[in-house]
């Protein structure tokens, strides 16, 4: 079973532009990771929030995490064509085992040049 | 430093008949999971090895898939015998050992197709 959900389920913008993606979820987490895929490759990690975290920044891009609402944001400044990719988002949770990650049905980023 | 890799890249065979993918993890990470993800889906756990340990089968369908980790490095899984909706990209993954903190890489998947 899935727990996060990503919102958009797709998106489309002009290069230069920012991308928002959205993640909800539903049980207590440990961390939650974001992870791309680009068509017919494996995942990449992108970035990973702990839930004691509000804010994170990796170079263009900015997570935000809010447990109250059980909810992550992805932001992706002034994007690239080479950002065309699959989003997803991953939630590690807590208690029991430390190492099970249940990923969302992703969102698919369309970068237009 | 050399990525997750996995072997075949691309399988076509006919249902009924058996398939093996392999997978070779990150030199010194301990912990390997074998995901499925079907076309616009996230990936989903099948199984998780720490060392030669499966600490983690319970979403492995055991009538047909089975999976093995020997010396703690390499690991293969079997379908025997395939179905038509086991047709599927299935990835391998490894992470350090690290309680909490889980950033797992992946390799490039084995897309199988049943015909």
């Given at each position: 079973s899935q727990q996060g959900e990503e919102d958009p389920q797709a998106l489309s913008i002009q290069e230069g532009e920012?991308?928002?993606?959205?993640?909800?979820?539903?049980?207590?987490?440990?961390?939650?990771?974001?992870?791309?895929?680009?068509?017919?490759?494996?995942?990449?990690?992108?970035?990973?929030?702990?839930?004691?975290?509000?804010?994170?920044?990796?170079?263009?891009?900015?997570?935000?995490?809010?447990?109250?609402?059980?909810?992550?944001?992805?932001?992706?400044?002034?994007?690239?064509?080479?950002?065309?990719?699959?989003?997803?988002?991953?939630?590690?949770?807590?208690?029991?085992?430390?190492?099970?990650?249940?990923?969302?049905?992703?969102?698919l980023l369309t970068v237009n040049p | 430093e050399a990525g997750v890799v996995q072997s075949p890249r691309y399988k076509i065979i006919e249902k009924k008949q058996p398939v093996a993918f392999w997978c070779n993890p990150i030199s010194g990470h301990n912990?390997?999971?074998?995901?499925?993800?079907?076309?616009?889906?996230?990936?989903?756990?099948?199984?998780?090895?720490e060392n030669e340990e499966a600490v983690d089968d319970s979403q492995l369908p055991k009538d047909r898939f089975s999976a093995e980790r020997l010396k703690g490095v390499d690991s293969t899984l079997k379908i025997q015998p395939a179905e038509l909706g086991d047709s599927a990209v299935y990835l391998c993954a490894s992470s350090l050992e690290a309680a909490g903190i889980n950033e797992q890489f992946f390799g490039p998947g084995t897309r199988l197709t049943v015909l």
């Open positions: 920012n991308a928002t993606m959205n993640c909800s979820y539903k049980t207590s987490i440990n961390n939650l990771q974001w992870y791309r895929q680009n068509s017919g490759r494996g995942l990449v990690h992108l970035i990973l929030i702990r839930s004691n975290e509000r804010e994170k920044h990796s170079g263009r891009l900015r997570v935000t995490l809010d447990t109250s609402k059980k909810s992550s944001s992805l932001l992706i400044t002034a994007s690239r064509a080479a950002d065309t990719a699959s989003y997803f988002c991953a939630t590690l949770n807590s208690g029991g085992s430390n190492y099970k990650l249940t990923f969302g049905k992703g969102t | 912990t390997l999971y074998w995901y499925l993800q079907n076309l616009g889906q996230g990936p989903e756990l099948l199984i998780r090895y």
